[in-house]
């Protein structure tokens, strides 16, 4: 082979050699987002284009604001929480802003709907797969690019939450906070080596030397950039300054200890402080201490950061002037941070509670009733978290602890150790804290797990010399082979097996991050909301038109004045459900919630829920100043006992009550056996659950139960039943088997509970403890066609209306009882009939609307006279629409109502009679735009026995029909 051959030869192995690194790197990127792309045709529906959970959908809308007003981005919205409006802080941010220009890219500036919802869709999926790059940047430098591509290839492979968070349709702003989280500590870490190699020092400032600085100057400012993108992305972000922070003072304190100076490390600490709190102080949205908004507290936090480094090395040099112990700087670092946080407690005290507050909530294993009702903010249990983290990592957790003990060995014995190692252990340690914290935050950790396991694997590749051989381009031996290939087995081979494990009757079922991504591929609860929701916006009358038809200049996108509570004109009306569905009231149905994820109003709405009777439902529905709550939502989860949300309001509300006191689990003896005996509570099966009074008389159960009526522990039969149970070591079992009795009467039943200690009249659905007297003012104005996916009989969703309700009048005799009664159908909902098939209970249409009656009591008083007031109408639907202002109800009555007292027979004449009449009671009535009525209750004899004799006996009439159930 000729000389100019070989060099030919020679030139291209070269060129390998220093690109080898780019395609692997870009398929590792292209194979990330094709595995989160997995099922993305499940939110793409005939009507539009679905996202998941919660915060995607007010994301949406902060992408449409944006778009409508590029570049500026929502800021404070009166189309949720009424009646207040909200700052949305956290929303509207440089994420929007992205995504927003993307669909104004993609769209030729002006984007279609459709088009700005499939950008949107997709965008996790680019946050996601991009994080890989700074992520490869940040393990490369620690070690080299064999190190980097493990880690991609590790992070690839991953099904945590990393790998959750950027799935398709999960167009939150946390995967873009992974991503700039990612570019951040990538370019501090760089920043840090350019100041390891540069060696900058505070007299270079002094004396305008910048030549000399360019590159510390440089390379900070682009770490205070990149900090500032950071939490542009997302405010409560600032938390990394804090760990900057803790980091400088273990550097600051590790390189004195070793007779280096730290000067060059502070220095750029100080640059990228400056640089961040000028950036911030631009971009301020609210002139306080707020963690979740653009506020004083991030510029603040900049000053604080840079003073610090400046204190640092201040210090240091202070020490070195008096020829102090280098190995007592670290106490005296610690003594100076105690006093100054002693004297911060004592100054501001207000101040203090509220950093340590929010520190605790990130970092402290702590959480409050509160957000222990969030999957995502609730902690891990410490006995899970090796189960957890193996599940999200896979062995490369633990591969990560050993790059942290080298990392550690490495900064025990070098001369001048790397401070960028220092800051990737230091980012470790606060992830890890993180995490378990909040499981969320797994998404965070998976940066520096992912940096550790490459640095770990390039520290094994050293060992044995592949490093040497792949940059010679020669072959490896044996053994080097087997240690790569045992590196890359350990890290990936659990990961592409699937680290996530499911008992089926077939075995063991494995999933990989594949598998996650398709099985995850779906828009989830929003799908049996949307029925409703586009109901909703069709069906009730527009913002401001409620009362009058007309609507009021409230523009969906548009741009309002922050203020700390606006003024809703009349007609402006709110719409309540529980805070996890606030934002797709605001996005789907165009109306105002109360309450939203930002858990806005959440206590507020948690106590109308649970409101113990209707005066005090109304009362806080009535926000004053003509502001009023027309809409209340109650889902299947919130209405019925025993679903994952039923217990959640408890946890905000300021009633004296606990989920304990709502709801009882019953379970079967025989399991409860087990439980005691194999100490695995797993092995408990609930019987049955029962309610207590407490829980009836809430207006949620009361509204979704019962539809506001008449609620009664009576059975149609005029019998009783009871509920009886046993403890066993404490645990409420069924008594020998059998969990129900039935008594002929109440006091029967009574008297059996008073006596046994544990037992319950009623307590399933529908059958209180002790009667619940109808509501009044609230009605059912629709129940979903979608069907509760635990229980196919009863609505996912039902819709009430809170009205004036109609007066009416009866004259009858006195001191009697008088029951009102209609037949209403739900018109939009078919009635469920369960089937059998292939020894499946299944449930089909009918093809007839579900029915239910409506029941309301009185009493007349001495002069046979008392007052319904009734909150369903019978007639006049057509009158007072959409367009009148109204609600076009889609539950109507089959019939008019029904006035009845009981029978009763005459003790000397034997006759059985009872009072009744029907009436019509109009939607005008019922809305307050028509005066009541008055009904007079005419006798009807049911029996008379032959030859019986009485005066003044009107004409003989059937007996009232039963109404269906």
Known sequence: MSDSAESREQSVFDRLREVYHIPLLALAVLFAAWVRTR???????????????????????????????????????????????????????????????????????????????????????????????????????????????????FLSLASGAFLQRGLVGSSDHHIAEVLFFAVAAATIAATLRVAMEEKPIFELLAQREFDAMRRPLVWGGLSGLALAVYVWTWPPAVFFVGLLGIFFALAAALYQVRGVSPDHVLFVGVIMGVVFALLTLVTIDVFTIDAVKLSLLQPLLGVGLAAGCG?????????????????????????????????????????????????????????????????????????????????????????????????????????????????????????????????RFGYYLAVPVAALTGYAAAFTFGIVDVRERIAAMEQP????????????LVVAAPLAVGTISQQTQAGTQRYNAVDVAQGS??????????????????NTPAIGAYGDGTPSDLEYLGTYDRTDD???????????????????ITVLG????????????????????????????????????????????????????????????????DYDVNATELQQYIYTSSSIDQVIEQQDNSLARTLTLLSSQRAYESLRVRLY?????????????????????????????????????????????????????????????????????????????????????????????KTFERVPGAEVTVEGPADTTVTAQVQMNMTARERQRPTVVDGQLQYTGTGQPETFVYEQQVTTDADGEATFRLPYSTTGYEEYGVDAGYTNVSVRAAGPYQFTTPVETDEQTLVTDRYNATADVTEGQVLGEEDGATITLERTVIDRPEGAQESNTTEMMAPTPELAP
Do not use: C
């Not at 009424?82 to 509207?92: D, L, S, T």
């Not at 002006?110 to 940047?137: C, D, K, N, W």
């Not at 031996?477 to 890359?488: D, F, I, P, R, S």
């Not at 909301?529 to 069709?538: I, P, S």
């Open 521 to 538: 591929a779906n828009p989830g609860e929003v799908t049996r909301w949307t029925g409703t929701l586009d109901w909703m916006n069709e």
């Open 39 to 153: 099922g993305w045709r499940q939110y793409v529906t005939d009507d539009g284009v679905l996202f998941a959970s919660n915060d995607p959908w007010y994301h949406y809308r902060a992408v449409q604001y944006t778009v409508e007003h590029w570049p500026f981005t929502i800021g404070f919205d009166p189309w949720t929480g009424y009646p207040e409006g909200v700052a949305v802080g956290q929303f509207g941010t440089l994420f929007d802003q992205l995504i927003a220009t993307a669909a104004l890219v993609i769209g030729l500036g002006s984007p279609s709907e459709q088009t700005v919802q499939m950008v949107h869709l997709f965008a996790p999926v680019v946050f996601g797969a991009l994080a890989l790059l700074p992520i490869y940047v940040l393990a490369r430098g620690l070690s080299d690019r064999t190190g980097g591509l493990v880690s991609v290839l």
């Open 590 to 653: 165009e109306r105002i919630p109360n309450a939203n994820p930002f858990q806005q109003n959440a206590g507020y709405a948690a106590d109308v829920l649970l409101a113990p009777d209707e005066e005090t439902a109304t009362g806080m529905l009535d926000n004053g100043n003509g502001e009023q709550t027309r809409y209340v939502m109650v889902d299947y989860q919130l209405g019925m006992p025993g679903t994952r949300k039923y217990s959640a309001p408890t946890a905000f509300t």
């Open 311 to 439: 204190f640092l090395a201040a210090f240091a040099r202070l020490w070195d002037d008096r020829e102090l112990d280098a190995r007592l700087y670290p106490l005296g670092v610690l003594g100076v941070g105690v006093v100054g946080l002693g004297a911060f407690a004592l100054v501001l005290p207000e101040t203090f509670d509220y950093f340590v507050g929010q520190v605790s909530r990130i970092f402290g294993y702590t959480a409050t009733q509160e957000s222990r009702t969030v999957q995502e903010a609730q902690p891990i249990p410490l006995a899970e978290v090796g189960s957890r983290f193996y599940q999200s990592f896979g062995l490369g957790f633990y591969v990560a602890l050993v790059g942290a003990v080298v990392a550690l060995y490495r900064l025990a014995t070098d001369d001048e150790p790397r401070s960028d190692l220092l800051l990737v252990l230091v980012l470790f340690g606060g992830m890890f804290l993180a995490a378990i914290t909040q499981q």
């Open 566 to 584: 606006y003024q809703y004109a009349d007609g402006e009306y709110g719409t309540l459900a529980w805070w996890d569905y606030g934002h797709w």
């Open 705 to 797: 139960q019962g539809h506001g009526s008449r609620m009664s522990p009576v059975n149609d039969d005029g019998s009783v039943t009871v509920y009886d149970w046993d403890l066993n070591r404490g645990i409420p079992v069924a008594s020998q088997g059998n969990l129900t009795r039935r008594f002929a009467n109440m006091s029967a039943a009574q008297e059996f509970v008073d006596e046994d200690g544990t037992a319950q009249i009623g307590g399933v659905p529908g059958t209180p403890t002790e009667t619940v007297e109808a509501l009044e003012q609230f009605r059912l104005v629709h129940a979903s066609s979608e069907s509760s996916a635990r229980d196919p009989r009863r609505a996912a969703v």
């Open 477 to 488: 031996t044996a053994y080097q082979v087997m240690a790569v290939l045992t590196v890359l």
